[in-house]
C-alpha cells in the first residue's frame, strides 16, 4: 500500500486503521506493517457505513 | 418576452426534440433549464444538441411523487434509474413548498440538479459517476447541487461576501465545490462545466493550468484522497443511522479535506504554466482569500450543527493553517515580486525570481535581490489581504428571469397528479417480473414447436427414403398369380395413386 492510497486514518478500538481511496481498510500489525482486514471483522464492518455511495441516482 | 439570455436556434432545437406529450407541463421548465446551461456554461449548439438527445432517450418520465422519503430519507428530488431509463420524482410532501415565490424557486432549483444528472446519465455521458460501478458520487452530487444554484438563483452581495452561494441540498457539503475550483485557480464556472458533463472533461478543467504529467504525478493523487473523504464526510453528514465513531471521521474528514484543497493549490502554483503577471498575482489573491474565507465559514456552520467543542474546531482549524503555509508563501511571494516588477529590468533575474516565487522561496531570500520585505507570517497575510483581488466570475452575474418560472411551478403544483413512488417502482418491477414470464413462456412454446418440427420433418424424410427404397416402376408391374392384380392390391392397401 503505497502512502499516496491512504485517505483516512483511524483508531478503533485501540485499533489502528487505514482507509484507501479505493476504500480497502487495512490495520496495523506487527513490525508497523498493514494488513487488509477480513470483511467480517466487526470494527471493518462498523466502518462500512462510511463508504457508501449517495442514493439520489439509485438504480431500482 | 424574450429572456435576453435566450438563443433562438436553441428553442427549435428544444421544441423538436423535448415534446410536451412526453412531460406535460415540465415542457417550458424544461426549455428554460437548458437555455441557462447553454448560456452560463457557453455550450455550444452541437453540444446542447447532444446534451437534449441524450436527455430525451433517457428521461422517461418527470412528476410529483410521494413516498420518496422511504426511497431515500434525505432527499427531496431524484433521479431513479431503472433498466436504461431516468424518472425524476420532485418530493410533494416536503412541507416547504408554500405559497412562497422563494419556494417555487426552490423547487424549479431542486428540478434543475435533477434534468442535469439525467443529462449526464448514460452512453459516454456519464457525469462524474463511479464508472466500475455506476454509482452515484458526492463529487457529483455536489457539482451538480453547485452548478443547479447558480442557473436558478440571483447572486447577492452577501454571496459575493463569502465567496459563495449558499445551496440548497448538500449545504454542508457544497463548499468543496468553490474550494476546489479556487485551489485549481480557475473559474468556478469552468469547473462546474466540465463536471456536469463527464469525468474526462472535469480533469481537463482542472488542469487548465498544468500539464498533464504534472497533474498526474503532482495532482491527482491529493484529489484521490480529497474524494474518498468527501465520502466519508457524507456519510457522517447524511448516513442512515448514527454512530458512536462519526465525531472522529467527521474531524478526521474535514482535517483531510481542507488539507489536500491546500496541497492542490500549492502544487498548482509551483507548477503553474502561466507566467507571473499582474493578473495571475490579483487571481492569486482572490483565491487565497477565497480558500481561507470558505474554509473558517464552513468549519464554523458544521461546527454548530454537530455541536462540536471549540477545542475540536480548533484542532481542525490549526491544522489547515499549518497546512496552508505553503500555499501562503508561494502566494505572497508572487505577489511580492509583482510589486517590484518595475525594477527588475533583467529578463533572467526576473526568470530566477519567478522561479524562486512558484516555490515559495523568494522572500526567504530577499537581500540577495534588494528586496525589503517582512518575512514572518503577519507580513505575508497582509501582503495577500491589502493587494488588489480579481474576479472576473462575478462582476456581471446573470440575471436570470425567474418570474414565469415561479407562475408554471405554481400551475404544476397546483394541478399535480400525485404518484406513490413506490408503488409505482413496484409496478415497474411487476412488469419486468410478467415481461420474464412472458418471456419464459415464449421460450417454452418456441422449444416446443421446434419439438413439433422436428418429428414432422423426419417424418417426411424417413418417408421419401422409404418411397425411394420401394419405388416400383409401372413396368415392373407383373400379374399375380391369382389373378390379382397389382393395381387391386394397391386399391386394397389404399395405395395406389402413390405408387
Given at each position: 500500500m503505497d502512502k499516496k492510497e491512504i485517505a483516512l486514518q483511524l483508531e478503533i478500538n485501540h485499533r489502528n486503521f487505514v482507509i484507501t481511496v479505493d476504500k480497502r481498510v487495512f490495520e496495523k500489525v506487527e513490525n508497523g506493517k498493514w494488513q487488509e482486514c477480513s470483511k467480517e471483522d466487526k470494527d471493518v464492518q462498523a466502518l462500512n457505513k462510511y463508504l457508501k455511495p449517495p442514493k439520489s441516482l439509485d438504480i431500482i | 418576452m424574450k429572456k435576453n439570455y435566450y438563443n433562438e436556434e436553441l428553442e427549435k432545437m428544444l421544441n423538436r426534440y423535448i415534446k410536451e406529450e412526453k412531460y406535460g407541463g415540465f415542457k417550458p421548465l424544461l426549455n428554460e433549464i437548458f437555455q441557462r446551461r447553454a448560456y452560463e456554461f457557453q455550450f455550444n449548439e452541437k453540444q446542447m444538441k447532444k446534451q437534449i438527445k441524450n436527455f430525451v432517450r433517457r428521461t422517461e418520465k418527470i412528476g410529483f411523487g410521494k413516498n420518496i422519503k422511504k426511497i431515500?430519507?434525505?432527499?427531496n428530488a431524484c433521479l431513479r434509474r431503472f433498466k436504461g431509463k431516468g424518472y425524476i420524482w420532485l418530493n410533494c410532501?416536503?412541507?416547504?413548498?408554500?405559497?412562497n415565490d422563494i419556494d417555487w424557486l426552490i423547487l424549479y432549483e431542486e428540478l434543475t440538479h435533477e434534468v442535469y444528472h439525467a443529462i449526464a446519465y448514460g452512453g459516454k455521458c456519464?457525469?462524474?459517476?463511479?464508472?466500475?460501478?455506476e454509482n452515484g458520487t458526492i463529487e457529483d452530487e455536489i457539482i451538480n447541487e453547485t452548478a443547479a444554484i447558480r442557473t436558478s438563483f440571483l447572486r447577492t452581495s452577501k454571496d459575493n461576501e463569502n465567496f459563495r452561494k449558499e445551496t440548497n441540498g448538500y449545504s454542508e457539503m457544497t463548499f468543496v465545490a468553490n474550494l476546489l475550483a479556487a485551489s485549481f485557480g480557475i473559474e468556478e464556472r469552468e469547473l462546474l462545466k466540465g463536471g456536469i458533463q463527464n469525468r474526462k472533461e472535469f480533469e481537463k478543467a482542472c488542469q487548465k493550468y498544468l500539464s498533464k504529467e504534472d497533474y498526474e504525478n503532482d495532482v491527482s493523487f491529493h484529489y484521490d484522497i480529497l474524494k474518498g473523504n468527501l465520502d466519508f464526510l457524507y456519510n457522517v453528514l447524511y448516513g442512515e443511522e448514527e454512530n458512536e465513531m462519526d465525531l472522529q471521521v467527521l474531524k478526521e474528514s474535514l482535517t483531510e479535506i481542507y488539507s489536500q484543497i491546500y496541497e492542490i493549490a500549492s502544487v498548482n502554483v509551483t507548477k503553474s504554466t502561466r507566467e507571473i503577471t499582474q493578473e495571475y498575482a490579483e487571481e492569486l489573491a482572490y483565491h487565497f482569500q477565497k480558500i481561507c474565507t470558505i474554509m473558517t465559514k464552513s468549519l464554523k456552520d458544521i461546527g454548530k450543527r454537530f455541536l462540536l467543542r471549540e477545542s475540536t474546531v480548533n484542532e481542525i482549524f490549526e491544522k489547515a493553517v499549518e497546512n496552508s503555509l505553503g500555499y501562503l508563501y508561494k502566494v505572497s511571494d508572487v505577489i511580492a515580486l509583482t510589486n517590484r516588477e518595475s525594477q527588475i529590468k533583467n529578463p533572467a533575474v526576473w526568470e530566477e525570481m519567478s522561479k524562486l516565487a512558484k516555490q515559495g522561496e523568494l522572500i526567504e531570500n530577499a537581500e540577495k535581490f534588494g528586496m525589503e520585505v517582512g518575512k514572518n507570517l503577519t507580513s505575508r497575510y497582509k501582503l495577500i489581504q491589502y493587494h488588489k483581488k480579481t474576479n472576473h466570475e462575478f462582476e456581471n452575474p446573470t440575471q436570470w428571469d425567474n418570474q414565469d418560472v415561479m407562475e408554471i411551478i405554481e400551475q404544476l403544483w397546483n394541478e399535480r397528479e400525485v404518484i406513490d413512488v413506490a408503488e409505482f417502482e413496484q409496478k415497474l418491477r411487476d412488469k419486468t417480473i410478467r415481461q420474464k414470464i412472458k418471456d419464459y413462456i415464449m421460450q417454452f412454446k418456441n422449444r416446443n414447436l421446434k419439438k413439433l418440427e422436428d418429428p414432422k420433418s423426419k417424418f417426411k424424410e424417413l418417408k421419401n427414403n422409404l418411397d425411394e427404397k420401394y419405388k416400383v416402376s409401372p413396368e415392373n408391374l407383373k400379374p399375380m398369380e391369382n389373378g390379382k392384380n397389382t393395381r387391386k392390391h394397391s386399391k386394397e392397401s389404399g395405395k395406389e395413386e402413390k405408387m
Amino acid at each position: 500500500m503505497d502512502k499516496k492510497e491512504i485517505a483516512l486514518q483511524l483508531e478503533i478500538n485501540h485499533r489502528n486503521f487505514v482507509i484507501t481511496v479505493d476504500k480497502r481498510v487495512f490495520e496495523k500489525v506487527e513490525n508497523g506493517k498493514w494488513q487488509e482486514c477480513s470483511k467480517e471483522d466487526k470494527d471493518v464492518q462498523a466502518l462500512n457505513k462510511y463508504l457508501k455511495p449517495p442514493k439520489s441516482l439509485d438504480i431500482i | 418576452m424574450k429572456k435576453n439570455y435566450y438563443n433562438e436556434e436553441l428553442e427549435k432545437m428544444l421544441n423538436r426534440y423535448i415534446k410536451e406529450e412526453k412531460y406535460g407541463g415540465f415542457k417550458p421548465l424544461l426549455n428554460e433549464i437548458f437555455q441557462r446551461r447553454a448560456y452560463e456554461f457557453q455550450f455550444n449548439e452541437k453540444q446542447m444538441k447532444k446534451q437534449i438527445k441524450n436527455f430525451v432517450r433517457r428521461t422517461e418520465k418527470i412528476g410529483f411523487g410521494k413516498n420518496i422519503k422511504k426511497i431515500n430519507r434525505n432527499t427531496n428530488a431524484c433521479l431513479r434509474r431503472f433498466k436504461g431509463k431516468g424518472y425524476i420524482w420532485l418530493n410533494c410532501e416536503a412541507n416547504k413548498y408554500k405559497a412562497n415565490d422563494i419556494d417555487w424557486l426552490i423547487l424549479y432549483e431542486e428540478l434543475t440538479h435533477e434534468v442535469y444528472h439525467a443529462i449526464a446519465y448514460g452512453g459516454k455521458c456519464i457525469g462524474l459517476y463511479n464508472i466500475k460501478t455506476e454509482n452515484g458520487t458526492i463529487e457529483d452530487e455536489i457539482i451538480n447541487e453547485t452548478a443547479a444554484i447558480r442557473t436558478s438563483f440571483l447572486r447577492t452581495s452577501k454571496d459575493n461576501e463569502n465567496f459563495r452561494k449558499e445551496t440548497n441540498g448538500y449545504s454542508e457539503m457544497t463548499f468543496v465545490a468553490n474550494l476546489l475550483a479556487a485551489s485549481f485557480g480557475i473559474e468556478e464556472r469552468e469547473l462546474l462545466k466540465g463536471g456536469i458533463q463527464n469525468r474526462k472533461e472535469f480533469e481537463k478543467a482542472c488542469q487548465k493550468y498544468l500539464s498533464k504529467e504534472d497533474y498526474e504525478n503532482d495532482v491527482s493523487f491529493h484529489y484521490d484522497i480529497l474524494k474518498g473523504n468527501l465520502d466519508f464526510l457524507y456519510n457522517v453528514l447524511y448516513g442512515e443511522e448514527e454512530n458512536e465513531m462519526d465525531l472522529q471521521v467527521l474531524k478526521e474528514s474535514l482535517t483531510e479535506i481542507y488539507s489536500q484543497i491546500y496541497e492542490i493549490a500549492s502544487v498548482n502554483v509551483t507548477k503553474s504554466t502561466r507566467e507571473i503577471t499582474q493578473e495571475y498575482a490579483e487571481e492569486l489573491a482572490y483565491h487565497f482569500q477565497k480558500i481561507c474565507t470558505i474554509m473558517t465559514k464552513s468549519l464554523k456552520d458544521i461546527g454548530k450543527r454537530f455541536l462540536l467543542r471549540e477545542s475540536t474546531v480548533n484542532e481542525i482549524f490549526e491544522k489547515a493553517v499549518e497546512n496552508s503555509l505553503g500555499y501562503l508563501y508561494k502566494v505572497s511571494d508572487v505577489i511580492a515580486l509583482t510589486n517590484r516588477e518595475s525594477q527588475i529590468k533583467n529578463p533572467a533575474v526576473w526568470e530566477e525570481m519567478s522561479k524562486l516565487a512558484k516555490q515559495g522561496e523568494l522572500i526567504e531570500n530577499a537581500e540577495k535581490f534588494g528586496m525589503e520585505v517582512g518575512k514572518n507570517l503577519t507580513s505575508r497575510y497582509k501582503l495577500i489581504q491589502y493587494h488588489k483581488k480579481t474576479n472576473h466570475e462575478f462582476e456581471n452575474p446573470t440575471q436570470w428571469d425567474n418570474q414565469d418560472v415561479m407562475e408554471i411551478i405554481e400551475q404544476l403544483w397546483n394541478e399535480r397528479e400525485v404518484i406513490d413512488v413506490a408503488e409505482f417502482e413496484q409496478k415497474l418491477r411487476d412488469k419486468t417480473i410478467r415481461q420474464k414470464i412472458k418471456d419464459y413462456i415464449m421460450q417454452f412454446k418456441n422449444r416446443n414447436l421446434k419439438k413439433l418440427e422436428d418429428p414432422k420433418s423426419k417424418f417426411k424424410e424417413l418417408k421419401n427414403n422409404l418411397d425411394e427404397k420401394y419405388k416400383v416402376s409401372p413396368e415392373n408391374l407383373k400379374p399375380m398369380e391369382n389373378g390379382k392384380n397389382t393395381r387391386k392390391h394397391s386399391k386394397e392397401s389404399g395405395k395406389e395413386e402413390k405408387m
